[in-house]
Every structure is written in C-alpha cells, then in structure tokens.
C-alpha cells in the first residue's frame, strides 16, 4: 500500500491556475493507477482525473477536460493536477487516491487515499 500526501491548495480568482501535487511513499508506485477526486460542502466525491501506471494514458471527468492536465513523474513518485481557468465550481477539497488494477471513476475502487488540499475559487 502507498501513503499519499497533497499540497498545492489555496486561494485563488475564477480564471487563475493553481498545481495540485501528490507525493506517495511505499512500495512499486508504478503499480498503482492515480486519481485525483474533488468533494465539494453537501456534495458526492467525484472523479477529477485519472492516469494509468506509467502515464501514458489519462482519463478526466466532463466538468474539468480541456482545463485541467494530470500527469505522473515515476522517478519522484509524485502524482500533479494543473488546473487552468478555475471557476468557483471548482472550489472543494481535492484528493489523490492510489489503485491497484485499472482505470476507475469509482471511489471504491480505490485503496489509498491522501487527507486532501483545499482549492478555493472566488469569483
């Protein structure tokens, strides 16, 4: 199992970029598919983005392609969410979550997951 650790959080204006990152620590870090999910106050966790084991695919879910860009660097076993063009839509707490096996938009697919970081977008 890995341990995973996000930051990169904060405060920021509707249009303004920030970059999530997730560090992980454990074993075979290239065995494990990584998510990152959002849950927003009253609200379901919901799929943000996904890459497979060695980055060459990614997945995104509908309210994020074309603004936000997952991408993996095995070397330091760190996981990063850009996210351009915020809007306050985006404001939740963003977590990274490990899965050993496939692609999944499914929160119980998952076996690990980070405390989370806050992203607020004001208007």
């Known amino acids: 199992q890995v341990q995973l650790v996000e930051s990169g959080g904060g405060l920021v204006q509707a249009g303004d970029s920030l970059r999530l990152s997730c560090a992980a620590t454990?074993?075979?870090?290239?065995?494990?598919?990584m998510g990152w999910f959002r849950q927003a106050p009253g609200k379901e966790r919901e799929f943000v983005a996904g890459?497979?084991?060695?980055?060459?695919?990614?997945y995104y879910g509908d309210s994020v392609k074309g603004r936000f860009t997952i991408s993996r660097d095995i070397a330091k076993t760190t996981v990063y969410l850009l996210m351009n063009s915020l809007k306050p839509e985006d404001t939740a707490v963003y977590y990274c979550?490990?899965?050993?096996?496939?692609?999944?938009?499914?929160?119980?697919?998952?076996?690990?997951w980070g405390q989370g970081t806050q992203v607020t977008v004001s208007s």
């Open positions: 454990g074993r075979s870090f290239d065995t494990y598919f």
């Open positions: 979550a490990a899965n050993r096996g496939r692609h999944s938009q499914v929160v119980s697919a998952y076996d690990s």
């Open positions: 890459i497979s084991l060695l980055g060459g695919i990614t």
